[in-house]
């Protein structure tokens, strides 16, 4: 009796482990069935679909990396970030070791602008394989978009080591080296992202510029024909030749170039515009009235057409200046200024000619603009703050000259603007700044009279 018990339990047991067994078989083919809907869903740019069908993978298979790392694509295929963070999230928990995972979340944080996190993404991915170009290319992007160009060599160097046709990556490199102060190093870099893809624009419009700053002048203009040639139809990149001949001191070639291109492109104003401004640079220097009326006659149809650009407008109103016609001039400036986005040197060109008619308040909101709008690096800063200062003087304006002044450090202050400074920050009783003024101006010139002066009264 009892061995025909156990005989029975054991029956049963084989049974239960058959049915298991069955029904694992048969959820796994599900589960294949219903990943393989999807993918075919994807493919198809049903994204929607393609959800439904790796949620019930998931349902099946909890612990699916795949089936979580699939429907993360399909969600950000259909845009909705958050839940495509929280499936790629999932699916580098669930297999810390695959790399597609981590390599998707980077993308995602890249794409929303979340470039630090998106580096994070690239350096585990990195940590895992270090021999992908394609993933050390990303990793730096990420770090040079997030800010640290420095870090970002390292990947990059790496990446065009293991494969020295990785054009991008050479151009990239080069950008990194530029923003380090290293020059020569990013000059060679672009060279060689030119040598390994030469129809890429970017590094070509690098080395102009890497070929200017090194006084290499006829090699920049060669990048910039070869851009011309790469971009036929665009005509700004005929203007860039142009004006590349004209600061050389070549202008019959740069006008040679202008002519052609506004043979190919009749009434384009980019192309009229560089050529007044070829023009007015020849014209200027000995104010010859040829050149200034062929200056003139370039842009002047533009300046009256109904959507004229402000350079063409900034490039009339010089001419006229120059050219003694100063109200008409300073009117054309004046609406230039108000096109934007506008130029640092036409609001220069509206500062000049608003002084030199004494129309003092126009000068000095000129110049205020300027210094919003130029590099910090601009080497007439110093200047521009220091005529700002005068002129708020010559308006009664004490405290905008103490604030323009102010603006001038050390290096770049006489000590005859410091005693100004001094003497303007006694007059509006700031008289510890004064003080603090009077002894920076005393010790780079302890004879100053006036200086000495402000002292003796300050005492």
């Known amino acids: 009796m009892r061995r025909s018990w156990f005989g029975a339990l054991a029956l049963v047991a084989v049974a239960v482990g058959s049915l298991l067994a069955v029904n694992a078989v048969l959820r796994e083919r599900e589960y294949q069935q219903l990943i393989l809907r999807g993918d075919t869903a994807l493919t198809s740019d049903q994204a929607f679909v393609a959800i439904e069908a790796y949620s019930g993978a998931i349902a099946l298979k909890g612990n699916s990396m795949i089936a979580y790392l699939k429907r993360g694509e399909a ?20 297999d810390p070791a695959a790399i597609r995972p981590a390599e998707l979340l980077g993308d995602l944080s890249y794409g929303l602008e979340r470039f630090s996190r998106a580096a994070e993404s690239y350096q585990a991915c990195v940590r895992l394989d270090d021999r992908s170009p394609r993933i050390l290319y990303k990793l730096a992007l990420a770090l040079y978009r997030s800010g640290d160009a420095a870090k970002a060599i390292d990947p990059l160097r790496k990446a065009a080591t293991i494969d020295d046709r990785f054009a991008e990556a050479h151009y990239l490199l080069g950008l990194c080296l530029r923003s380090q102060g290293q020059p020569g190093e990013a000059l060679r870099s672009q060279e060689q992202a030119i040598k390994s893809s030469p129809g890429l624009v970017a590094p070509r419009e690098e080395l102009a510029q890497l070929y200017t700053g090194a006084g290499r002048s006829r090699e920049a203009i060669e990048q910039l024909e070869a851009i011309a040639a790469l971009e036929a139809d665009r005509p700004e990149r005929q203007a860039s030749v142009g004006l590349a001949y004209a600061r050389l001191g070549k202008t019959e070639e740069a006008i040679g170039v202008l002519r052609q291109a506004a043979e190919r492109f009749p009434g384009n104003a980019t192309i009229y515009a560089t050529l007044g401004r070829v023009w007015l640079n020849a014209a200027e220097p000995r104010r010859d009235r040829v050149s200034l009326r062929k200056a003139i006659e370039a842009v002047e149809p533009l300046a009256r057409g109904p959507s004229v650009s402000g350079e063409a407008l900034a490039v009339y109103g010089r001419a006229l200046l120059v050219s ?11 609406q230039a200024a108000d096109i934007l986005p506008v130029k640092p040197e036409t609001l220069m060109w509206l500062a000049n000619g608003a002084e030199q008619m004494g129309r003092l308040p126009m000068a000095r909101s000129a110049l205020e603009r300027w210094a919003v709008l130029a590099s910090e690096s601009d080497a007439a800063r110093p200047a521009v703050y220091e005529r700002i200062g005068v002129l708020s003087q010559r308006l009664g304006d004490a405290l905008g000259a103490v604030q323009a002044w102010r603006h001038l450090t050390d290096s770049s202050a006489s000590v005859d603007v410091l005693a100004r400074l001094a003497t303007a920050e006694v007059g509006v009783g700031q008289v510890a700044a004064a003080r603090q003024t009077v002894a920076r101006g005393l010790k780079r010139n302890p004879h100053h009279p006036v200086l000495l002066a402000l002292q003796q009264r300050l005492q």
Do not use: V
């Open 75 to 94: 969600y950000r295929r259909r845009a909705e970030m958050g839940a495509a963070i929280r499936d790629l999230r999932t699916a580098t928990r669930l």
């Open 324 to 334: 003694g016609e100063t109200n008409a001039g300073i009117t054309a400036l004046q």
